[in-house]
């Protein structure tokens, strides 16, 4: 597969991603399949038409940052923070899913895992997340999964409150992989609450098939902290090295390559055709008539 290259990029405001995409050196460019790349396009295009279309402006009246800003600069930011959530997670998971799909993997997308975790299980899964959070005891997630493997009881196919997995994947070499894509940023409660559904995960499949080669991620879309590497203290709960995906290998994951500077290259051409459109956008909204809007993709999963 050749490579190609493109010297640095240079992000503007114009962009809706701005928040995210930093600012590149020079990114080796892997050549994702012409019809996937095209398809990943299309639905970053179709997500920023959508807001721009359905977007409704209401009064809104923010008196002390418009004592401190200029009211066409708090618009701006009102209208970028719209487009910015509206780049939610369901983006994510569809994006992970073409990439797959492209990749030859089987995939789904907010995927239903059943099983039954029996009490002796559970209590496992308890002492562990509770030794852990009390530092008693280090994240090994490899350590963790055949303890999990060893407990659990075969089961009946029910629904469990964790059963809901962002995305699924199988693997030609007969991996499985569930991935729960969640914010840049989680706080210690939210990575607590994910590494407990990482390991509750493998008993459900564990009590439908002790012998599935499974693996359950945390994703993080993206590295907030780039250039430097992910830190997090709240991360702290976590097998960081055999769970948590970040930026580069999250998207690799799904591609079965390193596919995020393309991921970055594509949402660059996505600003720069749209650039009009968007500019036009912003200069019709009087800033005494901005509301924001809830995302699109907001769901009750």
Request: include cysteine; charge should be neutral.
């Amino acid at each position: 597969m050749g490579d190609r290259y493109f010297a640095k990029i240079h992000l503007s405001s114009r962009h809706p991603i701005s928040l995210w995409l930093q600012q590149c050196e020079l990114y080796k460019i892997t050549n994702v399949n012409k019809n996937t790349r095209l398809q990943i396009k299309n639905l970053i295009a179709s997500k920023i038409n959508d807001k721009i279309k359905k977007y409704t402006s209401e009064s809104e009246y923010k008196p002390f940052f418009e004592a401190i800003f200029t009211k066409e600069t708090v618009v701006i930011a009102s209208i970028m923070q719209s487009l910015y959530t509206s780049f939610g997670m369901s983006l994510y998971e569809q994006i992970a899913k073409i990439l797959a799909e492209g990749a030859g993997y089987q995939v789904k997308t907010q995927y239903d895992l059943f099983g039954q975790i029996d009490d002796k299980t559970e209590a496992l899964i308890n002492q562990i997340c509770s030794e852990i959070e009390t530092k008693r005891r280090k994240p090994n997630k490899q350590n963790e999964i055949t303890l999990i493997r060893n407990s659990i009881q075969s089961g009946a196919t029910n629904i469990d409150q964790d059963k809901r997995v962002d995305v699924f994947v199988i693997k030609p070499n007969g991996v499985e992989l569930y991935v729960d894509i969640t914010t840049v940023k989680p706080n210690l409660k939210e990575f607590k609450s994910l590494r407990r559904k990482m390991l509750r995960w493998c008993a459900l499949r564990f009590s439908q098939n002790p012998n599935a080669n499974i693996k359950t991620c945390i994703g993080i879309p993206y590295n907030p902290y780039y250039p430097k590497e992910y830190s997090r203290w709240t991360s702290g709960v976590c097998d960081v090295k055999e769970e948590l995906l970040v930026q580069e290998k999250l998207w690799e994951e799904f591609a079965g390559e390193d596919v995020f500077p393309e991921l970055l290259k594509i949402f660059e051409e996505v600003g720069d055709e749209l650039k009009d459109k968007i500019s036009e956008f912003m200069k019709s909204q009087s800033p005494e008539e901005v509301q924001l809007l809830l995302p699109l993709d907001e769901e009750e999963n």
